[in-house]
């Protein structure tokens, strides 16, 4: 950050991918499953809180009195956590499922009449745009590319369950995680004029103008 230049919520907004992944593989910086190379960005850990410590005072772009109204846990962890960590979408997640079912069974439907009138009735186009009675070959060709289709939605309708029960689970785990330290993510004796005008100064004001999606994080 002192280097480059970096404004300190861009370099935020730039990492927190990698982030997210440490976070997600292990909400404890410690657990071996946790790869080496993912340790050193994992949130909850000692080193990136003593980073952002120790960050941003020097080339003036935080105040030097800040860690005494705000810890530095909590200016981290509110710049490297996502919506992603805080809330699944459920009702997103069930409106597309609902969406693609009925789609899924307007195309079952479609298709077990397709196989009952078998080929009678059906054409298809010559090259030069001339109707033609549909061939077994053809009708066989058309029954596969629904079948296709069908497996395309199940396969989509598995993907999205499967992506909101990890995201489920990473919610709650992240959440009883922070919960057994809430006791530290605020001073008892700080005034609390002075910390909440930190929270909106340095946490709440910056990253609303990122972007849509961080405000709703906000």
Excluded at 15 to 40: D, G, Q
Aim: glycine fraction near 6%; aromatic fraction near 8%.
């Amino acid at each position: 950050i002192d280097e480059v230049g970096l404004a300190i919520p861009v370099a935020f907004q730039l990492v927190r991918p990698i982030m997210r992944e440490a976070l997600i593989m292990s909400n404890n910086p410690e657990v071996k499953i946790l790869p080496e190379f993912l340790r050193k960005w994992q949130p909850l850990g000692v080193p990136l809180e003593s980073l952002v410590n120790g960050t941003g005072t020097s080339s003036g772009q935080l105040p030097q009195d800040l860690w005494t109204r705000l810890p530095s846990k909590t200016y981290m962890l509110f710049w490297c956590l996502s919506l992603y960590d805080i809330k699944t979408p459920s009702s997103r997640y069930e409106f597309e499922t609902k969406r693609l079912k009925a789609r899924y069974a307007d195309l079952e439907a479609k298709l077990q009449q397709f196989n009952k009138n078998g080929t009678s009735g059906l054409t298809t186009q010559d090259s030069s745009g001339n109707s033609q009675p549909m061939t077994r070959g053809e009708f066989e060709k058309q029954i596969k590319m629904r079948q296709r289709e069908m497996n395309k939605h199940l396969a989509v309708m598995t993907e999205l369950s499967n992506e909101q029960t990890a995201q489920d689970i990473h919610v709650q785990s992240l959440n009883e995680n922070m919960s057994m330290e809430t006791g530290s993510y605020f001073y008892e004796e700080a005034d609390g004029k002075s910390m909440l005008s930190a929270v909106m100064q340095f946490l709440v004001y910056p990253r609303v103008l990122m972007s849509p999606v961080d405000a709703v994080y906000c």
